[in-house]
């Protein structure tokens, strides 16, 4: 009885250590990095644990035995539950943030060479159901994962699953994380993508859907050449003959050709006996050489084409206007019309109170009409031609311009003198060279009255250059 009881006792510890190590498969198969990465060492302590216990149970328990049916349950019991410690922590090993590298396979003399060199990591490719990629995911993943036997089945299960996305990984997410269930998500994965006849078919269509140039550039050519060469290695790679195929691959590739192109390959083909697929290729390849060439001369031209402006020849367009105007010519603050004040009539045939009201109202110079300043401040080098101070000569007390004329007119009318009447005209010269910019000259020009005595003066012209700032210069 009491040999029975004892062994009850170890049955029942050895269940209650087995449902431990199953809360541990668990843990692996439902693992989520961002969660469950911080307890992966605390399991693999307390996993050493559970298996250090249930070996000691399963050892008594062995040696209660005295049937062979008994000793061979025992055996097989043993060897089920340590493959099941083994995966189990090799999975929690493979969490662990730094999984060390293995160096066996790289020559002792390649390990010298790359001492004090960090290599960087290797990244798992990627791969999202497009049949145009499984070759390449295909055979990274066999090299680094599916054929390196120091990684475990219960491993690369969980390495496959990171490396798919979209509808890749939609095809194994039913199936369980564990190490046997590795092989079934392996082989439902080459089933369904690693289909040659599909694949060929798909990167023949790819070289008949490659979009047409619009216009000769080196990136369009990179684009097209760089399409073509990935599509028919991939099809070589899949057994085709594609050296056969060279006078159809060199007439799909025209036909994608900008015109430019075009027209110069075909001239080119005159020069050689069999201008095939790969002569079309080395020769777009010398083309894309020279158009990068010449990109990089134009963008170097201005700068070398460059000169003072001194040194500039530049051609003006003149026209004859009764405004000071610029690019943009600025609103009379009198009668909101697009020329200066001085020149509006509206301003003209007010009286001085008046102008002076306005010039107040809108804050600006009394000597150039501008608002940036005040008339002690202004950088003008004209005044009043009337008494000479520091105001324009239309705020002068007592000034009009039509008595001003008429005054003079009659003067001159009168004494018979050959006295000029000044008129003031603004040319606008545009510069083709700047736009944007205008300037104003002024022109004062002298003209003779014709008199009793028919005596002719001729005409002078005296030129002040009024510049965006409303201040003169002589020419």
């Not at 009009?400 to 050959?418: K, V, W």
Request: charged share 20%; with cysteine; aromatic share 6%.
């Amino acid at each position: 009885m009491a040999d029975n009881r004892s062994k009850q006792q170890l049955i029942n510890r050895r269940t209650t250590l087995i449902a431990a190590l199953g809360r541990a498969e668990q843990f692996v198969e439902k693992y989520e990095a961002e969660r469950d990465q911080g307890q992966v060492k605390l399991r693999l302590e307390n996993l050493d644990t559970v298996w250090i216990g249930l070996e000691d149970v399963q050892t008594q328990l062995e040696d209660m035995e005295v049937t062979n049916q008994g000793m061979a349950q025992n055996l097989a019991f043993r060897s089920h539950n340590e493959t099941r410690y083994f995966q189990i922590k090799a999975a929690l090993q493979s969490f662990l943030p730094k999984v060390p590298t293995s160096t066996s396979a790289i020559p002792q003399s390649s390990l010298s060479g790359l001492s004090g060199i960090k290599l960087p990591t290797i990244t798992l490719p990627e791969f999202d159901g497009d049949y145009n990629n499984w070759l390449a995911f295909h055979g990274t993943f066999v090299a680094l994962i599916h054929s390196n036997p120091e990684v475990h089945d219960i491993q690369k299960f969980h390495y496959l699953r990171a490396a798919l996305k979209g509808e890749a990984a939609q095809l194994i997410e039913s199936i369980g994380i564990s190490s046997a269930n590795y092989t079934i998500a392996w082989q439902a994965l080459v089933s369904r993508y690693a289909n040659d006849y599909l694949l060929k078919k798909r990167h023949l269509q790819a070289l008949l859907d490659c979009p047409r140039m619009k216009k000769e550039s080196a990136a369009a050519l990179h684009s097209v050449v760089d399409e073509y060469e990935r599509h028919t290695k991939t099809l070589r790679q899949l057994g085709e003959p594609i050296d056969s195929w060279s006078t159809m691959l060199e007439h799909l590739l025209c036909l994608r050709l900008d015109d430019a192109t075009q027209k110069a390959w075909e001239d080119f083909a005159t020069t050689t006996d069999n201008p095939d697929y790969a002569c079309l290729i080395e020769f777009l390849q010398r083309r894309i050489r020279v158009l990068e060439s010449m990109s990089v001369n134009h963008q170097a031209q201005p700068a070398s084409n460059h000169q003072p402006p001194m040194f500039r020849r530049q051609s003006f367009h003149k026209t004859v206007s009764h405004a000071v105007t610029e690019a943009t010519p600025r609103k009379c603050h009198s009668c909101d019309q697009h020329h200066p004040l001085f020149q509006c009539p509206k301003f003209e045939k007010m009286s001085t109170a008046e102008r002076l009201q306005v010039v107040n109202e809108h804050h600006l110079c009394h000597n150039c009409f501008r608002q940036d300043h005040l008339a002690r401040n202004c950088q003008s080098k004209f005044s009043c031609r009337h008494c000479k101070k520091r105001h324009h000569s239309l705020l002068h007390p007592g000034y009009h311009p039509l008595n001003a004329d008429q005054s003079s007119t009659s003067s001159n009318t009168a004494s018979g003198s050959t006295k000029p009447i000044t008129k003031q005209v603004a040319i606008t010269i545009n510069s083709k060279r700047s736009p944007t910019s205008t300037n104003t000259v002024t022109t004062q020009t002298t003209n003779s009255s014709q008199t009793s005595n028919a005596n002719v003066l001729l005409s002078t012209v005296v030129l002040m250059v009024i510049d965006c700032n409303g201040q003169a210069h002589p020419a």
